[in-house]
């Protein structure tokens, strides 16, 4: 059973930085494509950024690039997202997601995902 679970969110303020973890367990996930995405109140979940497990390569969406990083750490099976220079409309419950990669492409959409976490809060102050 799969397991994906959030943490480090929190209140910031515009301007700061955050960084997410994203802990996974119940397989190997040497296959998997690993997302993060968002979703604010009233609004549709979003695509953040996704990596891939095996090589460590990363797509972003256009608006997040240069901003937020995603990275892994295979030894503790865990994916992270800093976010840096936080804007109030950052604010947004985030998410973790996974999924097996059958191709190169990537998965941005949140309907192409199998597994999700609970969520964590980012809470950006203006």
């Known amino acids: 059973q799969v397991q994906l679970v959030e943490s480090g969110g929190g209140l910031v303020q515009a301007g700061g930085s955050l960084r997410l973890s994203c802990a996974a367990s119940g397989r190997t996930f040497s296959s998997y494509v690993m997302g993060w995405f968002r979703q604010a109140p009233g609004k549709e979940r979003e695509f953040v950024a996704a990596?891939?497990?095996?090589?460590?390569?990363?797509y972003y969406a256009a608006s997040k690039k240069g901003r937020f990083t995603i990275s892994r750490d295979n030894a503790k099976n865990t994916v992270y997202l800093q976010m840096n220079s936080l804007k109030a409309e950052d604010t947004a419950l985030y998410y973790c997601?996974?999924?097996?990669?059958?191709?190169?492409?990537?998965?941005?959409?949140?309907?192409?995902?199998?597994?999700w976490g609970q969520g964590t809060q980012v809470t950006v102050s203006s």
């Open positions: 997601a996974a999924r097996e990669a059958y191709n190169s492409g990537w998965y941005t959409t949140p309907g192409a995902y199998d597994y």
């Open positions: 990596i891939r497990w095996s090589s460590g390569s990363t």
